[in-house]
Nanobody
Framework: QVQLVESGGGLVQAGGSLRLSCAAS????????MGWYRQAPGKQRELVAT???????NYAASVKDRFTISRENAKNTVYLQMNSLKPEDTAVYFC???????????????WGQGTQVTVSS
């Protein structure tokens, strides 16, 4: 059973910073993609950023140059440093873990419970 435990959400003023963390535990393959998605009220869940176990990153255009994703493979932990936060970044942020096979195909996907990020104007 894989579990994802998120931390670091909260309330911050526009222009401020927050750092999210997500630690995965359980039986986890070495080839993974970890990342963050977010869902604002009345909107669909959307990609924020992902990072592979090899360190390749992918960002949504709306957060590029403001957010930085990183990970510690030995700890199966992913981080999201969020700077210059805007009110439109307000959402529930969900941690994402995708395990892949040696052929780089999807094996399993797990989601965290979500952590609230609120940015006041």
């Amino acid at each position: 059973q894989v579990q994802l435990v998120e931390s670091g959400g909260g309330l911050v003023q526009a222009g401020g910073s927050l750092r999210l963390s997500c630690a995965a535990s359980g039986s986890i393959r070495s080839n993974t993609v970890m990342g963050w998605y977010r869902q604002a009220p009345g909107k669909q869940r959307e990609l924020v950023a992902t990072i592979t176990s090899g360190g390749s990153t992918n960002y949504a255009a709306s957060v590029k140059d403001r957010f930085t994703i990183s990970r510690e493979n030995a700890k199966n932990t992913v981080y999201l440093q969020m700077n210059s936060l805007k009110p439109e970044d307000t959402a529930v942020y969900f941690c994402y873990l995708e395990q892949r096979t040696v052929f780089n195909t999807r094996f399993a996907v797990n989601w965290g419970q979500g952590t609230q990020v609120t940015v006041s104007s």
